[in-house]
Each structure stands twice: as C-alpha cells, then as structure tokens.
C-alpha cells in the first residue's frame, strides 16, 4: 500500500519540513497539502534528507481532491469537544484495528495500487468536522491530559513510526477477494447522485442538504464498497432518476 | 518508575523545548541537560504546555552526575559506524526486551523509586563512547536507510511514547525480590575500588586505564547489582586493598 501524509491548512513551514522529515524517516514519501497558509512553505530548511520529499509534495485546493484516489482515509484528532463520529483508534491500538477491520486482503505492505491517506489539521484547531467526516476511522494519540496537545511534526512522526511498525508486521496476503476497492472520488460521485436522486424523490425533506450529505457518506463509508459496486450503483440510481423525472433512460 | 530525559551537549533551544513538550505530552517530567552549548535554553518559545518542566529542568556539568541515583540507564544511537558493545533494541521490540531481560520486579509503573534513565545525544554526531558505555543497553529507532537520521524532538517523542505504551502495558507487579538495584553512582565507586585494587595487585598491567576502567563497567552492568552487593563488595575489596598493601585493616 501507499500512505500519503496530507497536512490541512499548515501555517508553520519548520511544521511541514519536519513533517515531511519524519515520513522519509520511516520510508513514505507521498505529501500532500491543503491551502497552505504560507506560500513560501517550500524554503523550509527543516527537512534535511528530505527537500525531494518537499519539493515533489502536491498542493490542493480542496480535502477532496487529496483524497480522490485514495481507498481508504484516516483522520488524527485530540476529540476536544468532539463526538465520535467514526471509530476511534487510539495510535498504539492501530495495528489490532487495522487486521480486526480494514479491508485487509488489500492492506498489504506489498500490494502497491492500495492507497491509503492519512491527514493532519492545522496546528492551532487540529481537523474540523467537514475533514473528519471523509474519513472511515480517527486516530487518536494517548496523551497526558495535563499537557494533551502535540506539536505536528512529532504527531506525523508518531503516526509514521506506528504505521511502518504495523505494515512491517502485517504478514504478506493473497490479493484475491471481493475485488478493489471504490475510491474516495468514486464514492464522492455516488454521494452527490444519491442526493440528486433523494432530491427528485423528496425523500428526507425535512433534513438540510448537508445533514443529508452527512447521513449518506457515512452510510457508504461503512459498506466497503467495491469499484463495480459503483458501476452497479450508478446505473441503477440512473434509471430511477430517468424514471422519477420521466425522462426514459437511453438504451431502453 | 521515573524515566529521565538526558540531553547530552545539546545545540538548539528549539530542539530542548520540543523535547520537553514532547516529554510532557507522555506524562514524563524529569528533564536534565549535560553540557548544553547555548546558555539561554531556557528561554525556548517551543515547549508550551511545557515552560514549567523546562524551568525544572536541572543541568549537569557530567553525565556522572546525571546519572548518580539511577537503576537502569539506556542510550540511544543510529548505531553508525559503531560496534554494538551492549545489547541492541528496535524501539518497537522495547517491551519484549523490558519483560524478558530487565530487572523487572523494579520495572513497573507503580514503584516509585526505580529511577531509570534515557540518554539522547547531540544533534550533528549522536551519543559517544563515553556516554553510551554508561549504558545497560541501546536503543536504536529503526528509519529508512535513505533518510536514517532523526530530530531530536521527534525521537524524544518516539521513545517518550514507547515507554509509556510499555509502562502502561506492563502489567502491575510485586514489589518483592532480591532486594533493590545499585545504582549507577554506587556501581561507578565500585568501579573505582576495582581499578586501584587492580593497580595495587598490578592486574591486567598490560591494558590502559581506561581499557580497564570499560571492562570493569561493563562487567558490574550485567550483574544487576543489588545495594548490599555493593556493600559486601566494598568492606571485601577494602580488606583485599589492605592487604596487598600491607596495612591491616581497621577492627581487626
């Protein structure tokens, strides 16, 4: 698998060299970035062995263009005042999580079309809840409650120390099973059609469009689903349109 | 247990307050500096959370002293270029090592007076000879060949989590054994003994002192020396002293 390190709105350059620092540390080199706060983020001094790593890092304009490609997206947060709304995973537990209940014929050190991402908030808010809620588990670090915040470079060399640890440890699988997984951008297509589709039908009129958004993601993120669930799953909510909407669908 | 963070020869503030926060952040709070280079340290901007266990940090001339009242003294090394004179151990296998050979009876959470301590070397080079010889084992963080060396703060973090897990882990156990460890303050009085006593028989005249002064040491750290060893050894080597000088011992 590949683990890409996406850091959402960083404001400290010496934060994303640092960052970026520890991932080549422990053999990821995949960095993204979210509307960095500071233009200037690439001179950062603080990455030496690592200025390729900062030099070839993507910047994005939107959470869902990071993660377009990736099956499988994982949040990190400090839970202040947060429910949890998906699993938590406290960091030394990641391992145990990651064989109980990923979609493990697929996470494999060796299977290189896995795409995993992991994300960072900003330093001074950690990740808000439009962020969190595009993620299938939260990574939470065991810290003391006297002094509970991390600095980000050391939370990303935490998260990629455990991650190396566990992919290290994950026994090599077979790779047949219920065929690969949908991506991210694949299920955000299916999430817009399914509310086009509640939409037309007036189905939950009484929830705001994105409560709505919220209600289906969620739903979807649980499934697992496949990429030709989403073949499957377009076609059919296709046809229920053109038929809502009596339009006929084409080819019938 | 206390574990206390030893930051040999340090250069940057910012690296002695991202420890500390790092440190913070795990429940540990015993920070002490040997030698550090900049003289305004304390005045780093990059421990909040932290500032109180900086100020209390204490500062130490020699390791020696640092290390006087400990039980158990670990060093930390990317171990290039170096023979591995004392035990190796993986960070993420520190556990295993702890349980299996480790004066365990000592080593729990709950026993408030195992000292034990954790040495961390400059920036640029890495702990020396000197220090790590003082070591009962090292531990080495397992990074990428391509980038292998770390921040300080991000492997003070690494091991400040580490020994948490450990310790939290670790089940609670009895306080009863073989009486309580020597520590390194006795075992280096030992050492001294030991030389002049080699001298005063002319033993081993064929290896310098400091050969001598490194066999010695390591021979007593593999021992787990409790406190009344020590204080058999000492009336022991006392009358062996002299005798081979000829001079009766006192109560005799």
Redesign the interface.
């Known amino acids: 698998m590949n683990l890409r390190f996406i850091l959402v709105r960083p404001r400290n350059p010496l934060n994303i060299g ?1 960052a970026a ?2 991932m ?4 990821f080199n995949d960095l993204a970035v979210v509307k960095p706060f500071a233009p200037v983020w690439r001179e950062t001094t ?1 990455a ?3 200025e390729k790593l900062v030099q070839d890092a993507r910047v994005f304009s939107s959470i869902d263009h990071a993660i377009a490609d990736c099956h499988l997206v994982v949040g990190t947060t400090a839970l202040r005042n947060r429910r949890p709304e998906r699993p938590v995973v406290s ?2 537990r990641l391992m145990d999580y990651l064989k109980q209940e990923a979609p493990s014929p697929f996470l494999s050190k060796e299977n290189e079309t896995f795409q995993a991402a992991i994300l960072f908030g900003p330093e001074k808010t950690g990740l808000s809840g439009p962020y969190l809620e595009r993620c299938h588990f939260w990574i939470t ?4 409650p ?6 980000m ?2 939370s990303v ?2 998260c990629a ?1 455990e991650w ?2 566990t992919l290290e440890r994950l026994a090599p699988r077979a790779l047949t099973g219920p065929g690969p997984l949908a991506t991210a951008g694949d299920v955000q297509r299916l999430v817009s059609q399914t509310m086009d589709l509640f939409e037309a039908a007036d189905y939950l009129p009484f929830l705001p469009r994105d409560a709505q958004e919220k209600k289906i993601r969620r739903l979807f993120q649980r499934w697992q689903i496949r990429k030709q669930d989403i073949q499957l799953l377009h076609g059919l909510f296709r046809f229920m349109m053109q038929g809502l909407t009596g339009e006929k669908p084409r080819g019938r």
């Open positions: 640092a620092r520890a080549a540390n422990f053999g603080s030496p062995g690592a960091l030394p670090i065991p810290t003391d006297a002094c509970p915040s991390m600095n470079g050391q060399a935490l120390y190396a640890r």
